[in-house]
């Protein structure tokens, strides 16, 4: 086994949760706990949480931490942002950038994403490049074209070096996220295929693309995540809801251990 090719990243995004830093504690507790227990080499656990707690963990741990947002300034006057500079210096590693929430709450445009990889990765963050289409561009036949300009969009003008070992792209279809349905493993398959074709294409560089890992998801469960992996070809999965219970995200990681 290639310890890094093989690894497995399993992604929670808890979003606008919990409520207190008590809670915060609780859950991070619970799961770290277990993941000190059980992981192997194999697997790669993150945890993005709400800005205001993460200064609180230790980011030496088992679980890495991650950020659901960064600006793509250094410093200066962005009134309510934060920079890649500021959580690499709270031991921050990942970033979750053009998360569809994003897009769709906060007007974050192809564009913006672009910007945010680009201050991502120079603050020493490795970015977790979120693409999806929605139920109408799938319904229309329209789901792979929207993929392609996503990431093609995200990554213009990001050198292949400034990206070796770094990126990390989740397929997310907007319609699974939160919905308690998922598409087939089929369709995750193929889009999973189809982003590393875009990479390969883009960058001209087939071992870049063989070396991002590709992540799913949506509605993510102890339940139906070993298939979207296994059997999918795709390396991890990033997980909304399922993450908010330590229970269930425990369940999930113990199902890729070695
Ligand atoms: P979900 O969210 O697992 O609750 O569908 C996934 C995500 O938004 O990253």
């Known amino acids: 086994m290639n310890p890094e090719k093989d690894k497995i990243y399993i992604v929670g995004n808890w979003k606008m949760n919990p409520v207190s830093l008590d809670d915060a504690e609780t859950m991070f507790d619970e799961m770290e706990n277990d993941v000190y227990k059980m992981q192997g080499d194999n697997i790669e656990v993150v945890v993005c949480m709400p800005y205001v707690f993460i200064s609180d963990f230790d980011s030496d741990g088992k679980i890495k931490l991650g950020a659901q947002n960064i600006f793509w300034e250094k410093q200066g006057a962005y009134t309510g942002e934060i920079s890649s500079e500021m959580l690499r210096k709270i031991g921050v590693k990942y970033a979750i950038i053009g998360h569809s929430e994003r897009r769709k709450y906060l007007g974050e445009t192809d564009e913006m994403v672009n910007?945010?990889?680009?201050?991502?990765?120079?603050?020493?963050?490795?970015p977790i490049l979120c693409v999806g289409e929605t139920l109408e561009e799938r319904?229309?036949?329209?789901?792979?074209?929207?993929?392609?300009?996503?990431?093609?969009?995200a990554l213009a003008g990001i050198s292949e070096s400034d990206l070796r070992g770094k990126l990390l792209i989740a397929y997310e279809p907007v319609w699974a996220v939160g919905a308690g349905m998922t598409p087939s493993t089929d369709d995750v398959m193929s889009v999973g295929l189809l982003i590393k074709k875009v990479i390969s294409k883009f960058y001209g560089?087939?071992?870049?693309?063989?070396?991002?890992?590709?992540?799913?998801?949506?509605?993510?469960?102890?339940?139906?995540?070993?298939?979207?992996?296994?059997?999918?070809?795709?390396?991890?999965?990033?997980?909304?809801?399922?993450?908010?219970?330590?229970?269930?995200?425990?369940?999930?990681?113990?199902?890729?251990?070695?």
């Open 115 to 126: 910007l945010k990889m680009k201050a991502c990765l120079a603050g020493g963050l490795k």
């Open 139 to 153: 319904k229309r036949g329209d789901a792979g074209e929207i993929i392609i300009g996503q990431v093609e969009r």
């Open 205 to 258: 560089s087939r071992e870049l693309a063989e070396n991002t890992p590709v992540l799913y998801g949506g509605s993510v469960s102890s339940q139906n995540c070993f298939d979207l992996v296994d059997k999918t070809g795709l390396r991890g999965l990033l997980v909304g809801g399922a993450s908010l219970e330590a229970r269930e995200f425990v369940g999930i990681i113990k199902k890729f251990v070695k």
